[in-house]
């Protein structure tokens, strides 16, 4: 996702000093070392996660997916439940961007309005300074793309406003693929018809606009919505001090670099507070509905969420908590070992000592950010503005984001196990267990 506006100033006003928990927490690697099969534990998750393949909110690998965590965490003593969610869907068909000889697949914006057949016109590059032609052809700026709302939106709309009968955006970024944004769950953005088209396909499309030379657009498949739901678990302890952890599953593709890190990290600690930590009262959520504003987090939050003022830590688990890292050269992406460092830590101004202790050296997680509301993304939006204090969690666009090749070589386990080493640790000393009870 892209970088909320305030994280910047929230770069240049962190908060350094402790209330109410005093000390700084014992690096990670001082805590007790997790079992010697944790790493093969992450990278059995990791390889479970892909094989679900695309996990949009309620499809198919959506729902296998949710399946397999309540066998999961039922086998490690947790009580489950399904919270149904109502999410909008588009099986697409047929998805193209024609002009002359030149053809490519597009991504369809959702909410999806589609083409009744074949949209043939003028396709242009929008400037004010000349009318507008048929199909508007967006090329935004080099970016790591989330979401439709903002920039794309208001661009598309000033279009749309101008007599363009569709829109295809490009979203230029590192990857050279089509990126698919996010967008509500209630309503489309967009009057026409929108689809983004890959970078690495644009240029015959930008000659022909450039041109305005005649082009074909074609958005058709089946739409409409379908049940999707949150696997929400519990290990009440009566009397014992409440921990949230949450993290979503759900994503436009595979998103094995955006949600699985977070995931295996999400599951090593529900199976670490299974076996180590009694004397809490877990509360977990693995929300669908990601994808379309955070619709799954927002209705957990309404409805079976813990009150903030019964809730001693909530720990979110967003996007890229570890995905791999890649030179970019002129001949394209190189894998690196180390995990993208891409990615935001959020804290409760009172508890960030003892998380930058925690995550030390981690690159992009080791200098957390005071949590507020202007400066957090996804879910984690939602729980501080509900607030709950404190709260930590991560979120962040690996290069990969919201592509479809985000498969399992946007992965290394190595870097997962370190993060998930660091909430343990965070955890441990922000929640120390009670006297006599593990």
């Known amino acids: 996702m892209t970088e909320p506006p305030a994280l910047a100033a929230s770069r240049r006003g962190v ?47 959506d729902t296998a997916c949710g399946e397999w965590l309540i066998e999961e965490l039922t086998r490690h003593g947790y009580t489950c439940e399904r919270q149904v969610l109502d999410v909008p869907y588009f099986a697409a068909t047929r998805t193209e961007l024609v002009t002359g000889a030149s053809s490519a697949t597009v991504v369809p914006q959702a909410i999806v309005t589609p083409t009744a057949g074949p949209l043939t016109g003028a396709l242009y590059l929008p400037d004010e300074r000349s009318p507008a032609g048929d199909i508007a052809l967006i090329v935004l700026p080099y970016r790591r793309w989330s979401a439709y709302r903002g920039e794309v939106e208001r661009t598309v709309a000033r279009e749309i406003v101008r007599g363009a009968k569709a829109a295809v955006v490009v979203t230029t970024g590192p990857t050279g693929e089509a ?21 690495k396909d644009a240029p015959a499309f930008v000659a022909a606009a450039a041109a305005r030379r005649p082009g074909t657009l074609r958005l058709e498949g089946a739409s409409g919505r379908r049940p999707a739901y949150n696997v929400v678990a519990r290990r009440p302890r009566p009397g014992g001090r409440t921990l949230v952890l949450s993290t979503p599953r759900s994503g436009w593709f595979n998103c094995v670099g955006e949600r699985g890190p977070g995931l295996a990290a999400w599951l090593g600690l529900a199976r670490w507070c299974a076996g180590n930590r009694q004397d809490l009262d877990i509360h977990l959520v693995a929300t669908s509905g990601h994808e379309y504003d955070n619709a799954g987090g927002a209705r957990y939050l309404e409805t079976l969420a813990p009150p903030p003022s019964t809730t001693a830590l909530w720990v979110h688990l967003g996007a890229n908590v570890a995905a791999r890292d890649w030179h970019e050269t002129a001949a394209g992406l190189s894998p690196l070992p180390s995990a993208d460092p891409q990615r935001f830590l959020l804290a409760s101004t009172e508890i960030i000592p003892v998380v ?6 981690q ?71 009670s006297r006599g009870r593990r």
């Open 363 to 433: 690159p992009g997680l080791e200098a957390p950010y005071a949590a507020t509301v202007e400066g957090a993304a996804g879910e984690l939006t939602h729980v501080l503005a509900a607030g709950y204090r404190p709260a930590m969690g991560v979120f962040g666009a690996h290069r990969f984001h919201h592509a479809r090749s985000d498969d399992l070589r946007c992965v290394e386990p190595a870097s997962i196990h370190q993060a998930l080493r660091a909430f343990q640790a965070a955890v441990a000393q922000l929640l120390p267990p």
């Open 15 to 61: 908060l350094l000093g402790a209330a109410g928990f005093g000390v700084a927490a014992a690096p990670a690697a001082a805590t007790a070392p997790l079992p010697a099969s944790a790493l093969a534990a992450v990278s059995a998750d990791l390889q479970r996660y892909a094989s679900f393949g695309d996990k949009a909110s309620g499809g198919p690998g």
């Open 179 to 199: 990126i698919a944004l996010n967008a509500p769950s209630d309503r489309p953005l967009a009057t026409r018809p929108v689809a983004v088209l890959a970078p």
């Open 356 to 361: 930058r202790a925690a995550f030390a050296g």
